[in-house]
């Protein structure tokens, strides 16, 4: 299974989606709060849009297509909190429209004392 992952995990970020090059741009090379995220990374049986390993989050993007798959996405959410992991879910119009308030959501989560949290 890892393979098949590791393979898809490429193709994927071979052929990111707009709202994805985008987010990507703002998160690589430690541009938020200092830590390092990866982009299409395997975890399991699935592969995360975007994880920060050390701060244990993984970000998602949905489009439209995610209405569809719901359920499917509910599991896959179980399954990464089960591992330990935070998973906080975008659709690409926030990240196209307003990446601002994407990034202080997160960045909240990885600084919370900054929040208050």
Not at 39 to 68: S, T
Not at 111 to 116: I, L, N, Q, S, T
Request: aromatic share 10%.
């Amino acid at each position: 299974m890892k393979l098949h992952t590791t393979e898809f995990a490429k193709t994927l970020r071979r052929n990111q989606t707009d709202a994805e090059t985008k987010l990507w741009s703002r998160l690589r090379n430690r541009q938020l709060g200092n830590r390092k995220f990866r982009r299409q990374f395997p975890i399991g049986g699935y592969v995360a849009d975007f994880v920060c390993i050390e701060a244990k989050l993984v970000v998602e993007l949905d489009g439209g297509q995610h209405a569809d798959a719901a359920a499917y996405d509910v599991q896959r959410t179980r399954e990464l909190e089960a591992s330990g992991f935070l998973v906080l879910r975008f659709w690409n119009d926030d990240v196209l429209k307003d990446i601002e308030a994407v990034l202080a959501t997160i960045h909240a989560v990885l600084a919370p004392d900054e929040y208050g949290m």
